[in-house]
């Protein structure tokens, strides 16, 4: 019985977009009080350990980026294109997207990777912002 209620729910999520599938995430950890980051990887035990001064100010830059649409810009019809190229979007859910801009494109993606869907989005008259 369990096992058919986790099928389908596993059904379920597997039809949804993104956007939803990404809103899922944020209400169940409201919900449940957790979140869904990955946690730090400690250091073996016994291993070398920097000087005080490296880690009381270490320089640490920003691995994870989210790449918002600020505007859609004189060519929408590219832009939504663009969008459901990258995010994999059925139309409507792009449209929505684009015509509701400022929106989230993607969320946690590598700093190559938001400089690529920057240029992609750029190249078709929209505005991007990496935050």
Known sequence: MAEKKIEDLIGTIEQMSVLE????VKALEEKFGVT???APVMAAPGAAVGS???Q???V???ATFTVVLASAGDKKIQVIKEIRAITNLGLKEAKDLVEG??????EG???EEA???KTKLEAQGAKVELK
């Open 60 to 62: 640490e830059e920003k």
């Open 109 to 111: 993606v590598s700093k």
């Open 21 to 24: 599938l990404s809103s899922l």
């Open 101 to 106: 801009a400022p929106k989230t494109i993607k």
């Open 56 to 58: 009381a100010a270490p």
């Open 52 to 54: 005080a001064a490296a």
């Open 115 to 117: 400089e690529q869907i």
């Open 36 to 38: 869904a980051q990955v």
